[in-house]
């Protein structure tokens, strides 16, 4: 275990998945402020979670990332699967589940998530248009039955999953935690690049920033 990590006790699981069939290419590989998004991401967790792994398909291509790689149970069943073999990697009872097409989410917004889980099985965000964002959100261990027993029986959509009534579920709604909803802004294409890369600040070399 790292030390001084402010949640020893949380797993984060970057989501890498693979190549996206509208983006053409490793989401989790394009460069953002001039490194992988992946890696922007996994700098944003490591400070906080007290493991830190990485869901992948192509594992050899994030070697870079020095991160444990865990590899599906139930392969091609999607996110889910990579929570299930996550929490079956881990031993911390959180586990914070974060799609790597996901630019804007910084320190502030996982400790809010986080802190928001008490004794639920999972906080959720939600945004102001009423949308759930389940693959930025904490899960703790009591879901890994449920979990198995779904991917089990082909049922993998993580939308029916958090909707599960066995399954006690805390919607974090980000208006009231004074968080934008441009927070969550995913990069399913080419599309969604050209504009995220529009709202970036130039960087000078000099600037220090």
């Known amino acids: 275990m790292r030390g001084g990590v402010v949640y020893p006790d949380l797993c984060a699981v970057l989501l890498a998945g693979g190549r996206s069939r ?3 290419l490793e989401k989790a590989l394009i460069t953002v402020r001039g490194k992988a998004l992946v890696q922007n991401l996994a700098e944003v967790v490591l400070p906080l979670a007290g493991e830190v792994v990485l869901s992948a398909n192509e594992g050899d291509l994030y ?8 590899r599906d149970i139930y392969p091609g069943q999607g996110p889910l699967a990579g929570l299930h073999a996550a929490m079956l990697h881990s031993e911390k009872n959180l586990v914070f589940l974060l799609a790597c097409d996901m630019p804007n989410v ?3 917004l996982v400790r809010a998530i986080v802190e928001s889980s008490s004794d639920s099985d999972s906080v ?23 979990l198995g027993q779904q991917l089990a029986s082909g049922r993998n959509r993580v939308s029916d999953f958090v909707c599960s009534p066995a399954l006690r579920v805390r919607y ?3 208006a009231e935690g004074g968080f934008p ?7 399913n294409d080419g599309n969604d690049l050209s504009r995220f890369s529009l709202t970036l600040e130039p960087c000078h070399p000099n600037s220090g920033g």
């Not at 070697?63 to 865990?70: A, D, R």
């Not at 959720?124 to 890994?144: F, N």
């Not at 909803?181 to 990069?187: G, M, T, W």
Request: net charge positive.
């Open 181 to 187: 909803d441009a927070d969550f802004l995913n990069l």
């Open 172 to 174: 974090f709604d980000v």
């Open 124 to 146: 959720v965000p939600r945004t102001s248009d009423g949308r759930s964002h389940p693959l930025c959100g904490v899960y703790r261990r009591s879901c890994l039955e449920l």
């Open 106 to 108: 910084k320190e502030r």
């Open 63 to 70: 070697q870079f990332l020095n991160l444990p790689i865990v």
């Open 22 to 24: 509208r983006m053409g």
